[in-house]
């Protein structure tokens, strides 16, 4: 892969808008992504292997629970610093921001939101610093959009749960120590468990053969008569808003992250743009390459208005769930289609591994599809402003 030149593009000086804090966390990530992702994710992406040796650095930039407090080992940030930290994590690649989404909102944020005191302390130390690893089982093989239908499910025993059912493309879950997972009781309400890695009848086969999301693993979670200890139902809150809560704060981090993708594509295709002679001239000094570099930085700078107000309104505590489904499926469509622009501004170079733009292509029809599709989130808008459902 070439060297990581990237400079990051800011048409609209949207720096002025954050603090130095906010600055600071932002820089730190980007500097360590050129050190420590650039170098090796497409080699990692090709042989489809996660490298476990970002777990360190990811907890050290504070992406492990960037808004978790400190008393639990978070990094007591606010949101916009949290959404900048994923978005430079997903300029070097999706599925990193995948597995430090995954570890922050859906495992630390349901633990921190709805655990015990004790739940707490146990957990969330040892996954801020990547100790311990989580993933999130919400989704099954016949339930994806429609996750209140799920049929994974427990029974009280007496002195522990029973744990019986599957769930179907878990990022994080061959590797993970424990899992969050979302099972419905004998009265078929939602609750939140957390399985750990060595329970009996509990297995994680790695899901093979993704052509997206290379560099993240992902799988299967099977439960099999697993006996759980009562202490590890989440008692905060039980019904399908508490898992589609958790899923409201790694929308958002997507949201970010994508302009993260996108701007990635973008500069790399700008630069090549530049260099790249035929005809006798630069390619971007024709007409048809500058009106895709334009739409191109246009798309960003709209997605980082969209996203810095958001943020705004997160840390005030006022974003609603449908504004923050109207970012996330914006700025992820916004992304796919400026790395399928930026692809053909590279020509062929545009398909190697040479440049990141392909494996962000493919890895961004991974993230428009999960966290609710596309679809969904539309409809999520439509609901919202009309008060009609159009889901069912
Ligand atoms: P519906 O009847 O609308 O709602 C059920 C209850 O939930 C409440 N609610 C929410 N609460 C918090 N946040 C939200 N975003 C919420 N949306 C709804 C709602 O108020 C209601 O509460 P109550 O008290 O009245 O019971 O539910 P529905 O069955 O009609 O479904 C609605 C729908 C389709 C929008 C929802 O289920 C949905 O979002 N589907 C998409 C599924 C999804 O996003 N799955 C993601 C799986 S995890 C994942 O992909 C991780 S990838 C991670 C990575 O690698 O980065
Ligand atoms: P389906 O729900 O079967 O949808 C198929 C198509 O039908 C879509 O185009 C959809 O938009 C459309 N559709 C569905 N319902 C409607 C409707 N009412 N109206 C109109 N169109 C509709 N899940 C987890 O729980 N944890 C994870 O960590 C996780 N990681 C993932 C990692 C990867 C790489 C991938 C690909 C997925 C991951 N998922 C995870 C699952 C993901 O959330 C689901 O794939 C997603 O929610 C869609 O579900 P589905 O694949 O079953 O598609």
Redo the contacts with the bound molecule.
């Keep these: 892969m070439k060297p990581d030149l990237f400079e990051a593009p800011d048409y609209y000086n949207i720096d002025e808008l954050y603090t130095d804090e906010q600055k600071l966390v932002r820089d730190a990530a980007r500097e360590w992504v050129k050190r420590n992702v650039s170098p090796i994710i497409e080699d990692y992406a090709q042989r489809a292997e996660f490298p476990k040796q970002l777990i360190d650095g990811l907890s050290e930039i504070g992406a492990f629970g960037p808004y978790i407090p400190e008393e639990y080992g978070g990094a007591g940030l606010d949101q916009i610093s949290y959404g900048l930290i994923m978005q430079e994590i997903e300029r070097g690649d999706s599925g990193v921001r995948?597995t430090a989404?995954?570890q922050s909102s859906?495992v630390m944020y349901p633990i921190w939101r709805y655990g015990t005191e004790e739940q707490r302390k146990k957990f969330l130390p040892k996954l801020a610093s990547g100790e311990w690893m989580g993933c999130?089982g919400?989704?099954e093989p016949d339930h994806g959009?429609?996750?209140?239908s799920m049929i994974t499910n427990f029974k009280d025993m007496g002195d522990h749960y029973l744990l019986n059912g599957a769930k179907m493309w878990i990022?994080n879950a061959p590797f993970a120590h424990v899992a969050v997972v979302w099972a419905k009781n004998e009265e078929g309400r939602i609750h939140g468990l957390i399985v750990e890695r060595g329970m009996e009848g509990f297995s994680t086969p790695e899901t093979h053969n993704k052509w997206s999301l290379r560099a993240?693993a992902t799988g299967e979670l099977i439960f099999d008569n697993v006996k759980v200890p009562k202490e590890n139902l989440l008692p905060g809150r039980s019904?399908?808003?508490a898992p589609?809560?958790c899923?409201?704060s790694?929308r958002y981090g997507i949201a970010w992250g994508a302009i993260g993708a996108a701007m990635d594509c973008y500069d790399t295709a700008l630069r090549y743009a530049k260099e790249r002679t035929q005809f006798g001239k630069p390619i971007g000094a024709f007409q048809l390459q500058q009106k895709k570099l334009a739409e191109m930085i246009t798309e960003i700078t709209k997605a980082q208005v969209l996203t810095w107000r958001l943020g705004v309104l997160r840390n005030e505590d006022k974003a609603t769930?449908a504004q923050i489904s109207m970012a996330k499926r914006n700025n992820v469509d916004m992304a796919i289609k400026i790395a399928r622009e930026a692809r053909q501004i590279l020509g062929g170079m545009g398909i190697t591994g040479e440049y990141s733009i392909m494996r962000h292509s493919m890895n961004l029809e991974s993230v428009i599809t999960?966290?609710?599709t596309h679809d969904?989130h539309l409809l999520?808008t439509g609901l919202d402003i009309t008060g009609l459902n159009a889901?069912?």
Excluded: N, R, W
């Design positions: 995948s989404s995954v859906l999130f919400l989704t959009s429609d996750p209140g990022s993240s019904g399908l808003g589609l809560s899923l409201d790694a769930s999960y966290e609710g969904i999520i889901f069912k």
